[in-house]
């Protein structure tokens, strides 16, 4: 029997808990292994149709039993212990793995609003070639203005650039690429920053937009809340464990985009298939957690001339 897509989640809610039941019910009946990484705060008895729960002291037995010791490397109470899923679906062959959150809830009938229907849904099939706008070499892109008119950035954008204005894509074709990592929009409340949210409106609904993909010198963080990754980019799910559990897929985001634009491997933005029905966080403490990210992130990414293999956490 071939091996099974994963969906992982890292998440303390409980067995009862509406967003984890979707998408349980949704991964079995797409064909997907649906993995849910507990964590110290979770509760002591998780029992979910269609769900493999692994509590702290499983992932300890798993890291043993296959002679690892990153379970027990791994902070507690930090969001890096999804990593765990990640090795777990590695391990299993899994030919593609999605990754979300427990507070976003899968879109699971296409909008009529949709442009491509293969990414119309969340559990709709993956592949890794998509027809896309390509943009290169333009430096730091605010992809999310091609789905808004509205000044909205993605978490993880360097503050400084937010009101450079977007190039026309009118008279670009769009092509077939390969394209390992695939990031998702959210509707709603989608992954902006604290500062976002304490001076601009939300909800946000995202138009529908035809693919895009990044490729060699244009810069944008993509998430770790609605994102496939591909064999190829298996390497680069790693979430660093030792910084702010609010950046580190921002700084993932940044190696990996370093990483790929080095590969020829664009990075695809496709339409919204979540919307995000957010967890309750302290916005005034939530700021200086970011802060760090427009202080290094303020060189042009696509000077950097760094080798793969040595890619800095941001970039240079």
Not at 172 to 199: F, H, K, M, S
């Amino acid at each position: 029997m071939p091996a099974r897509p994963a969906l992982v989640v890292t998440s303390i809610a409980g067995d009862t808990n509406p967003i984890l039941q979707q998408l349980a019910r949704g991964a079995h009946a797409a064909g997907w292994r649906s993995l849910i990484i507990g964590d110290t705060k979770s509760p002591a008895t998780f029992s979910l149709p269609h769900c493999e729960f692994l509590s702290v002291a499983d992932q300890l037995a798993w890291s043993d039993s296959h002679s690892l010791t990153y379970a027990s490397l791994c902070p507690t109470k930090h969001y890096a212990r999804k990593n765990i899923g990640y090795l777990e679906a590695i391990r299993a062959g899994a030919p593609f793995i999605v990754e979300t959150d427990d507070d976003n809830q899968p879109i699971e009938f296409a909008p009529a609003r949709d442009h491509n229907q293969h990414s119309a849904t969340f559990f709709a099939p993956r592949s890794l070639l998509r027809s896309a706008k390509v943009l290169r070499d333009h430096g730091w892109l605010n992809v999310y203005r091609y789905w808004s008119a509205t000044d909205i950035w993605p978490r993880g954008f360097p503050l400084e650039h937010i009101q450079q204005s977007v190039p026309s894509l009118a008279d670009t074709p769009a092509q077939l690429v390969a394209c390992p990592i695939q990031q998702g929009l959210a509707d709603e409340n989608p992954d902006v920053d604290a500062i976002y949210r304490l001076t601009r409106s939300l909800p946000v609904y995202f138009a529908a937009h035809p693919d895009i993909a990044l490729a060699h010198g244009t810069w944008c963080p993509f998430n770790s809340q609605n994102t496939t990754f591909f064999p190829q980019a298996f390497p680069l799910l790693y979430l660093p464990a030792l910084c702010s559990f609010r950046m580190t897929d921002i700084w993932r985001s940044f190696i990996a985009q370093r990483i790929c634009h080095a590969n020829g491997w664009p990075i695809l933005f496709h339409n919204a298939t979540v919307r995000q029905l957010r967890n309750d966080h302290n916005l005034m403490r939530a700021t200086p957690k970011s802060a760090p990210r427009s202080k290094h992130s303020r060189s042009n990414p696509a000077s950097s001339t760094r080798s793969p293999t040595s890619a800095p956490a941001t970039p240079n």
